[in-house]
C-alpha cells in the first residue's frame, strides 16, 4: 500500500464530475517521433480540450466540490494554466474567480484568462510571489484558496490520467512527466505506481527549476532563489513538503534536462507530430535527447500536458 | 428516408471493427478562434492517431472485411492519407499494401506510408492517373482494388464521425466539411442528415479543384482538366456519379474558398488552437472567412481532418 495523501477510489469518483471533454483523451503511438527517438513513444494528449491544458480535471473536481459546500468565489495562484482551468471551470458553475500570475507569464496565458470572465490581478515576481498574494486575497475576502498540488483535489484531479493510461491497450515501460509543482507527476504516479507498479515513473524538470527534483533527490525540500527556464509552468522555488512526501512514494526518478533540450524536443514535436506544444510539454521528449541509452528500444509515453504558448516565443523556438 | 448507398446500422456496426484509437475523438469549443471568426467553432479533432487523418476509419473497416474474406492483399490510389491509412491498417492484419501516388504528392506522406511497409508506386501526374493506375495493378494481380468514395466501406467509416458528432453534448447548427472524392462528405452528412436534420450539412472544397462542388450545383458530374491548389488531400478531378447522387441527398451546400483563405485558416489554427494542419483540414475556416454573416453567431463544427504536411511548405504558408 502506498502512503500518499491520495486515493484511488476518490480519482475513480472524480472521473464522475469532470466534464467528460477532458476525460479519455488520445492516447496513440508515434511511429515518426519514435524513429528519431530510438524508441517506441506513445503521446497521450492533454492539450484538445477548450483550456489546453490537463488542468480542468483538477479544477473540475475542486469547483463541483466548492459548489457543493455552498461556495461562490475561489482564487488561486497560476503560472498560466491554473488560472484559465479554473477561470473555465469557475465560469461553468457560476462562481467568481480571481487568479493571481506573475507580470511576466505568458501573455497568451493572462489573455486567456481574462476572457474566461476571471478577475486577473498580476504580479511583480514569479510564481512564489503569486502564491502570497493568492493566500493573502483568501484570507481578506474569506474565500477558497485553490493551491496547485497542496490541495489533493488538483493531484486526484490529473491522477484521473494515471486511470486511462493504466487502461490503455498497449503495455508500455515508462511514463515521462512533466514536473513542476508535483500534481500532475504525484497524481499520475500513484496511480500507476498502484495499478502497474512495473511501469516506470518519471519526472523531468528544467535545470533552470531544479527545486522539486533536487528535494527529491535529497529527501528533504530544497528552494532555490531563482528559475531560468523557459518553461513557465513548472517554474517554481519551494516545494510543498506534503507533495514532495507524495513525489518519494510514487516517482521512481527525477531528472533534470537543459533548456536546448526542451527546444529540441518542442521542434520535434511540431515536424513529426505535428503538435504545437508549451515547453512544460516537451520535457519527456527532453528526457529522452539527453539519455537515448536508457530508453532504447523501450516503450515510453509523454503526456502533453499543455499548449498554451506565447506564438511569437514559439516561432523564435522553432526558427532560431 | 434518404436515399444514398449508406445504411444507419451498417455505420454503427462498423465502429466496432474500427481500432478504437481512431474514434471518439476530441470535440470541444475554442473560443479564442470563436472570437476571430464571429461565431462559436467547436472542433472535431481527427489528427490525433497514428495516421494523422480521419482516413483509418474507413480502412479498417475495409481491411477487417478483406481479412473475413480471406484476401491478403489490397491497392489503392492516394493523394497521401489513404495510403498511410490502409498502410497502418493492412500492416495490423498483415496484408499486403499497395499504393500509386502521384510523384508530387508531399513527401511527408509519401514517407510515411514507406515507413509502414506498404509498396509505394509513384505515377506521373495527378490522383486520377493514379486512380487509373492503381485499378491496372489490382486487374493484373487479382487483388483488391479500395477505391476512395466508391467503395461504401470509405464513407461509411467516414460516417462514424457522423455518429460521433450526433452523440455530442452540445448541439450546434452547422457542420464543415472538407469535399475531396466525397467520402467525408457523403458519410457525415449521411448521418447528421439521418439523426440531426436541422443542422446544415455544408462541403467546402477549393476553387483551384472545383470539380465535385460544380457537379453538386449542376446535378450532374462535371469534371476539370486540372486542378491548382496546395489542399492536395481534395483534388479530384473526376468526380464519380454515385457519390454524387449520395452527396445531393445528403449536402445542404457546397461552397468553394479561395487559396488565401486556405493559407488564413492554416495559420489561424496554429495560432488560435496550436494545431498544425494541412490544407484540406482549413478549408472549414476558409469557408468562414469568406462569408462572415452567413457564420455570425452560430455554432459551427469544423472537422480538423488531416494534419501530413511537408513542414517546408507550411513554414512558407505560415510565415511568408
Same mark, same amino acid.
Given at each position: 500500500m502506498?502512503?500518499?495523501?491520495?486515493?484511488?477510489?476518490?480519482?475513480?469518483?472524480?472521473?464522475?464530475?469532470?466534464?467528460?471533454?477532458?476525460?479519455?483523451?488520445?492516447?496513440?503511438?508515434?511511429e515518426? #517521433?519514435?524513429?528519431?527517438?530510438?524508441?517506441t513513444?506513445?503521446?497521450?494528449?492533454?492539450?484538445?480540450?477548450?483550456?489546453?491544458?490537463?488542468?480542468?480535471?483538477?479544477?473540475?473536481?475542486?469547483?463541483?466540490?466548492?459548489?457543493?459546500?455552498?461556495?461562490?468565489?475561489?482564487?488561486?495562484?497560476?503560472a498560466?494554466?491554473?488560472?484559465?482551468?479554473?477561470?473555465?471551470?469557475?465560469?461553468?458553475?457560476?462562481?467568481?474567480?480571481?487568479?493571481v500570475?506573475?507580470?511576466?507569464?505568458?501573455?497568451?496565458?493572462?489573455?486567456?484568462?481574462?476572457?474566461?470572465?476571471?478577475?486577473?490581478?498580476?504580479?511583480?515576481?514569479?510564481?512564489?510571489?503569486?502564491?502570497?498574494?493568492?493566500?493573502?486575497?483568501?484570507?481578506?475576502?474569506?474565500?477558497? #484558496?485553490?493551491?496547485?498540488?497542496?490541495?489533493?483535489?488538483?493531484?486526484?484531479?490529473?491522477?484521473?490520467?494515471?486511470?486511462?493510461?493504466?487502461?490503455?491497450?498497449?503495455?508500455?515501460?515508462?511514463?515521462?512527466?512533466?514536473?513542476?509543482?508535483?500534481?500532475?507527476?504525484?497524481?499520475?504516479?500513484?496511480?500507476?505506481?498502484?495499478?502497474?507498479p512495473?511501469?516506470?515513473?518519471?519526472?523531468?524538470?528544467?535545470?533552470?527549476?531544479?527545486?522539486?527534483?533536487?528535494?527529491?533527490?535529497?529527501?528533504?525540500?530544497?528552494?532555490?532563489?531563482?528559475?531560468?527556464?523557459?518553461?513557465?509552468?513548472?517554474?517554481?522555488?519551494?516545494?510543498?513538503?506534503?507533495?514532495?512526501?507524495? #513525489?518519494?512514494?510514487?516517482?521512481?526518478?527525477?531528472?533534470?534536462?537543459?533548456e536546448?533540450?526542451?527546444?529540441?524536443?518542442?521542434?520535434?514535436?511540431?515536424?513529426?507530430?505535428?503538435?504545437?506544444?508549451?515547453?512544460?510539454?516537451a520535457?519527456?521528449?527532453?528526457?529522452?535527447?539527453?539519455?537515448?541509452?536508457?530508453?532504447?528500444?523501450?516503450?515510453?509515453?509523454?503526456?502533453?500536458?499543455?499548449?498554451?504558448?506565447?506564438?511569437?516565443?514559439?516561432?523564435?523556438?522553432?526558427?532560431?
Amino acid at each position: 500500500m502506498l502512503e500518499t495523501r491520495l486515493d484511488l477510489d476518490r480519482i475513480r469518483a472524480a472521473c464522475r464530475v469532470i466534464d467528460p471533454q477532458f476525460l479519455h483523451t488520445p492516447m496513440y503511438q508515434c511511429e515518426a #517521433l519514435g524513429r528519431r527517438l530510438g524508441c517506441t513513444v506513445s503521446i497521450k494528449l492533454e492539450t484538445a480540450n477548450p483550456v489546453r491544458s490537463f488542468k480542468a480535471r483538477g479544477t473540475e473536481l475542486v469547483t463541483s466540490l466548492l459548489t457543493e459546500q455552498g461556495r461562490t468565489a475561489a482564487v488561486c495562484a497560476s503560472a498560466g494554466n491554473l488560472g484559465q482551468a479554473l477561470g473555465w471551470s469557475g465560469r461553468r458553475r457560476g462562481l467568481d474567480v480571481t487568479v493571481v500570475a506573475s507580470r511576466r507569464a505568458p501573455l497568451a496565458k493572462l489573455d486567456r484568462i481574462r476572457t474566461l470572465g476571471a478577475e486577473l490581478e498580476l504580479v511583480d515576481g514569479d510564481i512564489e510571489t503569486a502564491r502570497e498574494r493568492a493566500a493573502s486575497i483568501a484570507q481578506q475576502r474569506g474565500i477558497r #484558496l485553490v493551491e496547485d498540488s497542496l490541495d489533493v483535489e488538483t493531484c486526484e484531479g490529473a491522477a484521473t490520467i494515471g486511470l486511462e493510461l493504466a487502461s490503455a491497450r498497449t503495455s508500455f515501460d515508462a511514463v515521462l512527466i512533466a514536473l513542476g509543482g508535483g500534481a500532475m507527476a504525484t497524481g499520475v504516479g500513484y496511480v500507476l505506481k498502484s495499478l502497474l507498479p512495473a511501469v516506470e515513473v518519471i519526472c523531468v524538470q528544467p535545470m533552470g527549476a531544479p527545486a522539486l527534483t533536487r528535494s527529491w533527490h535529497e529527501r528533504r525540500v530544497i528552494t532555490t532563489e531563482s528559475t531560468d527556464t523557459i518553461a513557465d509552468g513548472v517554474a517554481g522555488r519551494y516545494p510543498i513538503p506534503e507533495v514532495l512526501d507524495d #513525489l518519494l512514494a510514487v516517482a521512481d526518478d527525477a531528472v533534470l534536462v537543459q533548456e536546448s533540450s526542451i527546444v529540441a524536443g518542442i521542434r520535434m514535436l511540431m515536424e513529426h507530430t505535428g503538435l504545437v506544444v508549451e515547453p512544460s510539454a516537451a520535457l519527456g521528449v527532453a528526457a529522452v535527447l539527453e539519455n537515448r541509452d536508457r530508453f532504447a528500444d523501450r516503450h515510453i509515453v509523454t503526456i502533453i500536458c499543455g499548449s498554451n504558448v506565447d506564438m511569437n516565443a514559439y516561432h523564435h523556438w522553432v526558427y532560431q
